[in-house]
């Protein structure tokens, strides 16, 4: 049976916003599994994008406890966060924040050069179908192939946690298929566990699991008998 990657108990979180506060999670108890493709949707505000900060080390619950294997990452100093974040976690978020300045295979090299165990860059690029883009600079690539060297950028060090917020947000539906056929692919040869976070429902159809949040709390969880693959998801 695969193990839990990651686990939350009794997750909140609380931002103070003045004398008001926004209660963005209530109680969450969730894992991520090795190897499976999970896709997290609710609407926007259900407190989706809390929960991935949260997950990826990039923020900390008001209260609850987070465990990335047998680490507890409610307890790690900020030290200690950036190398979970730098060793095991590969992020892709809606926008791209490529380097305008560096080519395909110099953005993607630039966490090469800052992780234990790299994938090449070339190698990582050619994983996502770039292998001819490589010396291409953003401006000279399309929104579409800008997330896939994004993408070859989150799996070159080889992560073994790949959290992707609404990774097809800012894309036409041709481009967020393919995006989500690179995601798909990364899942699929390289076991990376992957939570997908969107609004976009059908794309759930592509998970082995789906969690719903609303209003800050899992609302449903159910599994998929079939998964469909992502060059079939429409919307």
């Not at 630039?110 to 291409?136: F, N, Q, S, Y």
């Not at 896939?148 to 894309?171: F, H, N, Q």
Request: charged share 25%; hydrophobic share 40%.
């Amino acid at each position: 049976m695969p193990e839990p990657v990651l686990t939350t108990r009794g997750v909140t979180r609380i931002y103070e916003m003045g004398e008001i506060q926004v209660q963005a999670l209530r109680g969450v108890d969730f894992e991520l599994m090795e190897s499976e493709f999970l896709v997290l949707v609710g609407a926007s505000g259900s407190g989706k994008s809390t929960l991935m900060n949260i997950l990826g080390g990039l923020d900390r619950p008001t209260d609850g406890t987070v465990h990335f294997r047998d680490q507890e990452l409610t307890r790690a100093s900020d030290r200690e966060l950036t190398e979970y974040r730098r060793n095991h976690v590969g992020f892709i978020f809606q926008f791209y924040n490529l380097m305008p300045s560096l080519t395909a295979r110099e953005n993607v090299s630039l966490v090469t050069e800052i992780t234990r165990d790299p994938m090449p860059a070339d190698e990582a690029l050619a994983l996502v179908g770039l292998e001819h883009r490589l010396d291409h600079f953003p401006s000279q690539l399309s929104g579409g192939e800008q997330q896939r060297v994004a993408v070859a950028r989150a799996i070159a060090k080889r992560p073994e946690l790949l959290l992707c917020d609404e990774p097809t947000g800012a894309l036409d539906y041709r481009s967020g298929v393919v995006v989500l056929e690179v995601i798909e692919r990364v899942n699929r040869e390289l076991g990376t566990a992957t939570a997908v976070i969107t609004h976009n429902a059908p794309i759930s159809a592509m998970a082995s699991r789906v969690v719903t949040l609303h209003d800050g709390a899992i609302d449903e969880e159910r599994h998929n008998e079939a998964r469909a693959p992502a060059s079939e998801i429409r919307w």
